[in-house]
């Protein structure tokens, strides 16, 4: 019996041992509250402190002052759509606690209990708990009942694309697409004081551009309407239908929209949830609960080219490209191909200097042949633009040149059977 007993205890010491071998230091609550991430709502990160999950390493005691005062404790279920922290003064909870990902929060044993304590430096946004845009509304005094909610999504496939772009780098190309709507929104509009103005953003959500104030209307006919500038840049750039009096209407209101400083840094940045039906392109504040999906860190309104592989722009394409996207295309030396829809016949070209693939691509979009021969007498409506090859940075401008004869070799574009007259 006593030989059981010695075995017994020796079990339990290895089990013990290993069990102590596992642990990592004591955690420093007030090292780990120091880095939490401000509070979407106040902006301020000293009333903000992490959520722990999981069964405290004090129990069954009391949880130490140290916790109580640097963290809270979610409890000892996760469920996979819990919180990251607290901020105490708002009684705002947001983050995404996630004790799995390394990319939300390195893990660490709060005595025998495995926590994660989220790191805001690795987050690419905010998720939010229980709020939604009326309370956002309310912390600014704005009564929802004077805000009507718009979710823009452009039946123009042209202007639908590029919409986002429009919104980040044009406030007056935008502000002119908005200033028009239907005549039950026209309606609405003219007893409302705000539009809360959003773009479809994924299926179900909308991402904030910003709040405006309305400050009055007038009615105009659609030769007025066609001789706005913004409305005719539109409709060069993006095929705008727009108000042509055919909708059964002599006369629409051009509505005069301010935008206001409320929540401006979140423009691009904070995704609601819009409700249904997805028709519906807008709604009454109040009348509604749209939930805050996320605050990201980055504006999403400002997207980054695609691959150099996937690229293919339309000749109307070249001269509505996105800043960032032109700031990218002038880094790029290339061996570039313009295709004609029209009769299936391509020309090779190379970019390079100061200004690479976007000045000469520039030059294509301001008179549809950039100078060659053989493009003069084509409609540019029916080129679309790829890159072949983009060579090394420092490759010389000679280099450069013989490779892009290659690519007339293998492709065949030169004359007769392409569009290369050299």
């Known amino acids: ?102 990319a939300v929060g390195d893990c660490f044993y709060d005595g025998d209990v495995q926590v994660s304590v989220p790191q805001e ?52 190309l935008f502000n002119a697409y908005q200033a028009t709507q239907s005549p039950t929104l026209e309606k609405a509009m003219t007893g409302a004081k705000y539009i809360a103005s959003f773009i479809r953003y994924e299926p179900r959500n909308a991402l904030f551009i910003g709040l405006y104030s309305i400050s009055g209307w ?4 659609p030769e007025e309407y066609w001789q706005v500038p913004a409305i005719r840049e539109m409709k060069k750039k993006y095929d705008l239908k727009g108000f042509t009096g055919q909708q059964g209407r002599s006369s629409c209101l051009w509505f005069n929209l301010k935008p206001t400083d409320i929540y401006a840094e979140w423009k691009g940045k904070l995704i609601v949830e819009f409700p249904p039906p997805a028709r519906a392109f807008w709604r009454r504040a109040h009348k509604n609960n749209f939930t805050v999906v996320a605050i990201l860190e980055d504006n999403a309104l400002s997207e980054p080219i695609e691959d150099w592989k996937d690229v293919v722009f339309t000749w109307e394409e070249l001269g509505a490209l996105p800043r960032k996207w032109k700031e990218e295309l002038s880094r790029w030396q ?14 090779v070209g190379s970019a390079y200097g ?47 040149i013989r490779l892009e004869n290659t690519w007339k070799k293998r492709l065949h574009t030169r004359s007769p059977y392409g569009l290369n007259d050299n």
Request: charged content about 30%.
């Open 1 to 102: 019996m006593s030989v059981h007993l010695f075995e017994a205890f020796a079990v339990k010491q290895r089990f013990m041992e290993k069990k102590r071998s596992r642990r990592k230091p004591k955690l420093d609550f007030k090292a780990i509250q120091a880095k939490s991430p401000p509070c979407p709502n106040c902006h301020m990160a000293d009333d903000v402190v992490p959520i722990f999950y999981g069964l405290p390493a004090e129990y069954p005691r009391p949880m130490s002052k140290e916790r109580l005062e640097n963290s809270d404790w979610g409890g000892c279920i996760v469920t996979g759509n819990d919180p990251a922290y607290l901020c105490r003064k708002c009684e705002l909870k947001f983050g995404q606690f996630d004790q799995n990902s390394d």
């Open 334 to 347: 290339a061996i570039y191909f313009i295709f004609d829809t029209f009769d299936s016949k391509g020309y």
């Open 218 to 221: 007038e009615s105009i006919t």
């Open 354 to 400: 100061e200004s690479n693939l976007l000045g000469r691509w520039k030059n294509y979009a301001k008179s549809g042949h950039g100078g060659n021969r053989l493009l003069r007498t084509r409609d540019p409506k029916g080129f679309l633009y790829t890159i072949l090859e983009r060579p090394s940075p420092d490759m010389k401008e000679d280099d450069v």
């Open 121 to 172: 430096k690795k987050r690419r946004s905010v998720r939010t708990m229980g709020l939604n845009l009326n309370d956002l509304l309310d912390k600014k005094h704005i009564d929802p009942r004077e805000v009507l909610v718009l979710r823009h999504r452009p039946v123009e496939p042209q202007l639908n694309k590029y919409l986002p772009s429009i919104a980040d780098e044009s406030e007056n």
